[in-house]
């Protein structure tokens, strides 16, 4: 027979190894697990990630960077934050976002609390619209139950239906709870290229009359982004209850690159790659790309969409 002072033993043992594996701190070195409520975001880190990684969107870094350092540092918002960037293709929308999701959950778009959706794969089929807003809010609903600082991701806004569009509203709006979940915790990041035409108009006028790119401010573009992309057909946000209840916080423009970006661009990527920066190979990709307007040529038309597949060119060099 076990004496009574060794089963006591034995069981006090087991109970300290069970609270010991059990303790956050030892469980989610191992298993991700969502951020508590007095966690906060790095504002240096981001702001350094941001100035290192994304090249000329002065705008976008500083809108962006306010806005979740603001809310991270909220303990009770009045609702999720919603961001919509725009711009062209590879001026950055897609960067950012990801940068954004890995300072809110370190493995970025691998994890389990951060949600991408792309409207030409998730929501193909016209005739399917009623079982996609299902799915979308059901979805969203589960996942936020699971972890109030979840980040969805929907690309391609300007292709999403007005009705998924819609079915997404309930939980953007000025609601404690939705049939008993709070979604204020929540980020949601909308990426469109509808609007890119007038920021890309802006910032050539800006250019025309002799102003430095660092001095358009986003007083100078929301205003006519959220106006334009409501009353554009073909912007996803068209007549869009998002707008019209003020319920996107903040509309980020995302200005043309132009030739010296598309540089900066290429050196970070030889870096990444792991070569010694070679600048007769940076200039040779700039230089492959296409710019506009015909007669200026200021802005690359692809962004630095097409710098990786430029540069594999050069790979043997």
């Not at 300072?103 to 996609?132: C, E, N, W």
Request: proline letters at 5%; aromatic letters at 10%; charged letters at 20%.
């Amino acid at each position: 027979a076990l004496e009574p002072f060794s089963v006591g033993l034995a069981i006090g043992i087991a109970s300290a190894l069970t609270g010991y594996l059990s303790h956050p701190r030892f469980y989610c070195s191992y298993v991700e697990c969502c951020p508590s409520a007095r966690q906060r975001l790095n504002a240096t880190a981001l702001k350094v990630q941001l100035d290192t990684k994304l090249f000329g969107q002065h705008l976008a870094k500083d809108v962006v960077l306010k806005a979740v350092m603001g809310f991270s540092n909220n303990p009770s918002p009045k609702k999720p934050l919603t961001l919509s960037l725009h711009g062209w293709a590879g001026t950055g929308k897609n960067f950012l976002s990801q940068i954004l999701a890995e300072h809110v959950h370190p493995i970025g778009l691998r994890s389990k609390f951060v949600h991408l959706f792309l409207a030409t794969l998730h929501f193909p089929h016209q005739d399917q619209l009623k079982l996609y807003q299902d799915q979308l809010q059901s979805w969203i609903r589960g996942n936020v139950s699971a972890c109030p600082h979840s980040v969805f991701i929907f690309d391609e806004m300007d292709k999403m239906h007005p009705s998924l569009i819609d079915a997404i509203k309930p939980f953007l709006d000025y609601y404690e709870q939705v049939d008993g979940v709070s979604y204020r915790k929540a980020i949601f990041i909308f990426l469109s290229n509808a609007g890119g035409d007038l920021i890309n108009k802006a910032a050539l006028d800006f250019w025309t009359s002799g102003k430095d790119r660092e001095e358009i401010q986003l007083k100078d573009l929301e205003p006519m982004l959220s106006v334009g992309v409501f009353n554009n057909k073909n912007s996803g946000l068209w007549h869009s209850s998002l707008i019209a209840r003020n319920l996107i916080d903040y509309f980020v423009p995302f200005l043309p690159l132009e030739h010296k970006h598309v540089k900066m661009c290429v050196r970070a990527e030889m870096t990444a790659r792991g070569y010694v920066v070679d600048e007769k190979v940076v200039a040779a990709v700039a230089d492959e790309m296409t710019f506009f307007p015909k007669e200026q040529k200021i802005y690359s038309d692809k962004g630095c969409k097409t710098v990786q597949a430029k540069l594999d060119i050069y790979e043997d060099t």
